[in-house]
């Protein structure tokens, strides 16, 4: 994956609140409404404390977000000056996390935007780190993972996360894996434009409609690639220059990687309770995420009127 080095960035829509955290407050609400997008760490510590160990996380909602274990500052005030400053150009997207999720936020404004003939607003996203309090969706840690947040329309995201899906879970990583991760978020939002997110209840299970709205948030990822290399940012160009088949093949085994069988498997002794699923096995989720690639479509991303979700 690389980017056009003479492009100019507009980290205008990015708030950077990582070491601004105030001291000490403590989790409050949801971490996301139904839709959220749930971060794949708060699922494993669901899965593994409720499912497997037997511990009761009282006030758990399917669907929605998982309470953290731990404290969160409060507080947090935006100061994205020194993001502003060394992220001005597509050459250090090239070579810096924090500048290739900034130009991904910008090709995604870029494409989203031109799918809506109104009433598109674009998202903003927030840098954190260890923990955030968001305007509408209460406190979270990084033990959440990425989220997007539908009462505020916001994507909060620490990005020591893509550190987490290498170590913790085996993910091949790479950019492009950051930038799938990126773009399902960004998926949910779109679902929060359109009210799909609305049609979601609290149910789980491997058709239930918290999949359901996974799986599209992954084949509107797969739309997004589809375009990347061809919707042209504010230059007129293209900001996104080459993409290849080993970028895609890193965004597929991600997919596989936060799969709820996968993730129950690997970190729940073996055992599998599709009961339990809420984002999807690591089949559908490659499945969407590759529906949405190969059509360029948002119109086949319907996963609410398949009966085959794969």
Not at 43 to 52: E, W
Not at 103 to 109: I, Q
Not at 191 to 196: K, S, V, Y
Not at 271 to 297: C, I, K, M, N, Y
Request: proline share 3%.
């Amino acid at each position: 994956m690389r980017f056009d080095e003479n492009a100019q960035l507009d980290t205008s829509g990015v708030d950077d609140l990582r070491g601004s955290g105030g001291g000490g407050g403590g989790i409050g609400g949801r971490v996301a409404g139904a839709g959220g997008g749930l971060g794949v760490v708060g699922v494993i510590i669901y899965l593994l404390l409720s499912n497997f160990a037997g511990v009761d996380l009282g006030g758990m909602t399917a669907g929605g977000g998982y309470p953290s274990l731990d404290q969160v500052g409060a507080g947090q005030t935006a100061d994205s000056s020194s993001l502003a400053q060394n992220c001005a150009t597509g050459a250090s997207a090239n070579n810096s996390t924090d500048c290739r999720m900034v130009a991904v936020v910008n090709s995604l404004d870029d494409f989203w935007a031109g799918q809506f003939s109104s009433g598109f607003v674009r998202p903003r996203t927030n840098f954190f780190s260890g923990g955030v309090s968001t305007d509408g969706c209460g406190s979270a840690t990084s033990d959440t993972g990425p989220f997007y947040c539908p009462a505020d329309s916001e994507i909060y995201i620490d990005l020591t996360f893509f550190e987490e899906l290498q170590t913790r879970f085996g993910a091949q990583g790479g950019p492009f894996s950051q930038a799938y991760v990126m773009a399902h978020e960004y998926g949910h939002h779109i679902q929060n434009l359109l009210g799909t997110n609305r049609r979601v209840g609290n149910d789980t299970g491997p058709t239930s409609g918290s999949v359901r709205l996974e799986l599209q948030a992954d084949c509107y990822a797969g739309v997004w690639a589809h375009h990347a290399t061809t919707v042209p940012g504010d230059s007129g160009r293209p900001l996104i220059t080459e993409l290849t088949r080993a970028d895609i093949d890193a965004a597929l085994d991600t997919a596989e990687k936060i799969g709820d069988d996968h993730i129950q498997t690997q970190l729940g002794g073996g055992q599998v309770d599709e009961s339990q699923f809420s984002h999807g096995s690591s089949a559908q989720r490659e499945r969407w995420f590759t529906t949405g690639l190969d059509t360029g479509d948002p119109q086949a991303c319907d996963t609410f009127a398949a009966r085959d979700l794969g």
